[in-house]
Structure formats: C-alpha cells, structure tokens
C-alpha cells in the first residue's frame, strides 16, 4: 500500500510562487496533482508517468512544472505566477499504469493542503 504525504501549502501574494511536495512510502508510480475550491468538482492540474512525461491542464500551462525524484520517490509541483483563482485545496494523488487526469482511476491520495492566492 503506498502512503502519501503532502507539504509546502500555504498562503501567497498574486504573481508569487510556491512549491509543493509529494512523499509517498512505496515503489515507483505514475502520479497526479488534483485541486478542489469551495463548492465545486475535484480538478486535474498536471500528471507525471513513471519515466517523467507529464501532462497538464490548460489553465496551468506555462505557469505550473511537475517534476519527480525516483531516488527520493517524491513528487514536486512548482507553482508560478499564481492567480487567486487557483486558491484550493490541492491534492498528490497516485496510481499503477498510465498517469491519467481522471479522479476516478487513482488509487492514493494525500491529505490535501490549502493555497491561498491573494490579489
């Protein structure tokens, strides 16, 4: 069974940056980084295979980078350029197979940790 663990949320100005951390306890994954704001649907933002190809959202593009580290088997989400509108719960999700943008086909998930975008 693989445990996540989640760090680096917080509060940050609009324009700011923030990295997040993803730590999870098992083998290698493809993995996902998911956010929930008040009111609506979970949303996918980026996903990494296994082998570092990674997949994102269009209203990240340009401005978030997904990243991972084997050796450490922990994933990164660089977050630049942060807009008020990405304030939400975020969420490190992983699965076996191919990395998808689908809630439904990841089996772990971390405990989420709020950003807040302030203008």
């Known amino acids: 069974q693989v445990q996540l663990v989640e760090s680096g949320g917080g509060s940050v100005q609009a324009g700011g940056s923030l990295r997040l951390s993803c730590a999870a306890s098992g083998r290698t994954f493809s993995a996902g980084w998911f956010r929930q704001a008040p009111g609506k649907e979970r949303e996918f933002v980026v996903g990494i295979s296994w082998n570092g190809g990674t997949y994102y959202a269009d209203s990240v593009k340009g401005r978030f980078t997904i990243s991972r580290d084997n050796a450490k088997n922990t994933v990164y989400l660089q977050m630049n350029s942060l807009k008020p509108e990405d304030t939400a719960v975020y969420y490190c999700?992983?699965?076996?197979?191919?990395?998808?943008?689908?809630?439904?086909?990841?089996?772990?998930w971390g405990q989420g940790t709020q950003v807040t975008v302030s203008s």
């Open positions: 999700a992983a699965k076996s197979g191919l990395v998808s943008s689908r809630v439904d086909e990841y089996d772990y």
